[in-house]
């Protein structure tokens, strides 16, 4: 059984800061790697961020020097911390834990609504 419950969207103007949550409920596996996406309307799915279990980060470029993620791995939590929003942050953010496992799975959460405007 996992569950990834994501908390932090919402409305905000530009230049201001969010803070999203991800907090994974699993059974019967350990957890790799741990990021974010995210999905504009007519845009393909990219990566935001992702975090290591050993806390190695990656961002894409768009977002380096603002966006910072972050992993409490006893509460199985993730989290991005955005500063300097900009209206082309607008998207549905979702949170992706993959499995340690020789062939890992991705679990998905449902998404949380970012928007970026004045």
């Known amino acids: 059984q996992v569950q990834l419950v994501e908390s932090g969207g919402g409305l905000v103007q530009p230049g201001g800061s969010l803070r999203l949550s991800c907090a994974a409920s699993?059974?019967?596996?350990?957890?790799?790697?741990m990021a974010w996406y995210r999905q504009a309307p007519e845009k393909e799915r990219e990566l935001v961020a992702l975090?290591?279990?050993?806390?190695?980060?990656n961002y894409a470029d768009s977002v380096k020097g603002r966006f910072t993620i972050s992993r409490d791995n006893a509460k199985k939590t993730v989290y991005l911390q955005m500063n300097s929003l900009k209206p082309e942050d607008t998207a549905v953010y979702l949170c992706?834990?993959?499995?340690?496992?020789?062939?890992?799975?991705?679990?998905w959460g449902q998404g949380t609504q970012v928007t970026v405007s004045s």
């Open positions: 992706n834990v993959r499995e340690a496992a020789g062939i890992p799975r991705d679990y």
């Open positions: 699993i059974s019967g596996f350990s957890i790799s790697t």
């Open positions: 975090i290591t279990v050993g806390g190695r980060t």
